[in-house]
């Protein structure tokens, strides 16, 4: 079975610019999150989808940051007008969604590693 | 004050060392903890998770917990090349960090196991 994929695994552009990032969950599961990995940093939560519910957006850094979650399986997190410190890998997890109170593994993508000149 | 304080290291030990990892955090609402693995250019992958206060062993790894420190470990004995890695903690359950799929991940700590 197919893990949790990313696209591209490397993508290099020029400040200002903006850059789509492609998050492709495993097959059934209803929760998607979105992290930001930087250098010696840990996992930054940016953006979390579950289900129809309202997204958390709450890690989202500024307003150039959005994502979308299309028919409940692929996202796409997108930056405008990229800046050099949003230079980072860039990781997509997914998970199913268990009984309330009970941990629900994330399962990760390899991540796009993204790097702003 | 991060929620989730870790060593980055780089920790480096020969092989068949036993090595310790930390974490310590400062919410004392969090129910879950986990420690993940992350080798160099992958995304990280759950190794571990405990609920609550107490030890779990797996192997040549055991996690510990202390709530009232405040305070989560990873153990690995008889360390191998392979255990070569970066080990994230991770925290879950707390409302207060938002809900029970919601985890707050340590920075890392970067291990390196020599032949």
């Known amino acids: 079975g197919a893990g949790v994929s990313q696209s591209p695994s490397n993508k290099v552009t020029e400040k200002g610019k903006d850059v789509e990032l492609r998050c492709d969950p495993i097959?059934?599961?209803?929760?998607l999150y979105w992290y930001r990995q930087s250098l010696g940093q840990g996992l930054e939560f940016l953006i979390y989808?579950?289900?129809?519910?309202?997204?958390?957006k709450s890690g989202l850094p500024s307003d150039r940051f959005s994502a979308e979650r299309t028919g409940g399986s692929v996202s796409t997190l997108t930056i405008q007008r990229t800046q050099q410190e949003d230079s980072a890998v860039y990781l997509c997890?997914?998970?199913?969604?268990?009984?309330?109170?009970?941990?629900?593994?994330?399962?990760f993508g390899p991540g796009t590693r993204l790097t702003v000149l | 004050q991060k929620e989730v304080e870790q060593d980055p290291g780089p920790l480096s030990v020969p092989e068949g060392a036993i090595v310790s990892l930390n974490c310590t955090y400062s919410?004392?609402?969090?129910?879950?903890f986990m420690w993940y693995r992350q080798y160099s250019r992958k995304g990280p992958e759950l190794l571990m998770y405990?609920?609550?206060?107490g030890n779990k062993e797996d192997g040549r790894f055991t996690a510990q917990v202390d709530k009232s420190s405040k305070y989560i470990s990873l153990f690995i004995r008889d360390s191998q090349p392979s255990d070569s890695a970066t080990y994230l903690c991770a925290l879950g359950g707390s409302r207060v960090s938002g809900g029970y799929n919601k985890l707050i991940f340590g920075a890392g700590t970067r291990l390196a196991v020599h032949p």
């Open positions: 989808f579950q289900g129809n519910s309202a997204p958390d």
């Open positions: 919410n004392s609402a969090f129910q879950y």
């Open positions: 997890a997914s998970s199913s969604m268990g009984l309330a109170g009970t941990l629900i593994e994330q399962f």
């Open positions: 097959s059934g599961h209803t929760a």
């Open positions: 405990t609920y609550s206060s």
